[in-house]
């Protein structure tokens, strides 16, 4: 069995360093709203989620340069961030009272996912559009569904629900 070369733990480069924070910051970022609002799947979530979606390109991307790109796929790191975020989304999502219930936080986690991805394999352009795009949809955006929604979800001035 041939075994790539390890990586000596004093070598730490700045720019995995930059990745990986980057990813956790922004991780962050996408689930306080989640925090704020008191949902299980939060700031803590999103975070781990979005900087384990970034080490993991981080060492599939140092693997594969380290193999000379010969026995490895590095797509196959798409397939398996989906299928995970994929069973968590849907074992978060409930159908309860003819309501869906735990959309919203399925989806920041796909959505902290990308981040993730994005950060780990240094896409600083998609990373900052992607960053500025979700951080508007899920806060602004909360809003005005508050001020225009159904009127079980209307949010009343302080960002309660007005109707019991």
Do not use: Y
């Not at 999103?46 to 594969?64: D, F, P, Q, R, T």
């Amino acid at each position: 069995m041939v075994i790539n070369e390890a990586i000596d733990i004093q070598w730490i480069d700045f720019d995995i360093v930059a990745r990986l924070g980057v990813a956790a910051l922004l991780g962050l970022a996408v689930g306080l709203d989640r925090e704020l609002r008191g949902h299980a799947a939060g700031m803590r979530t999103h975070g781990i989620v979005c900087v384990s979606a970034a080490a993991m390109v981080v060492s599939m991307l140092s693997l594969h340069a380290q193999l000379g790109g010969a026995r490895s796929d590095p797509l196959r790191l798409f397939e398996a961030a989906a299928s995970f975020i994929g069973i968590i989304g849907a074992g978060l999502i409930v159908f309860s009272r003819g309501q869906v219930h735990n959309l919203t936080t399925a989806a920041h986690l796909w959505l902290a996912t990308i981040l993730g991805i994005a950060c780990g394999a240094g896409q600083w352009p998609l990373v900052l559009i992607l960053s500025v795009i979700s951080l508007v949809m899920v806060t602004l955006l909360r809003f005005v569904e508050g001020w225009f929604g159904p009127k079980d979800r209307r949010l009343d001035h302080e960002g309660r629900n007005d109707v019991e």
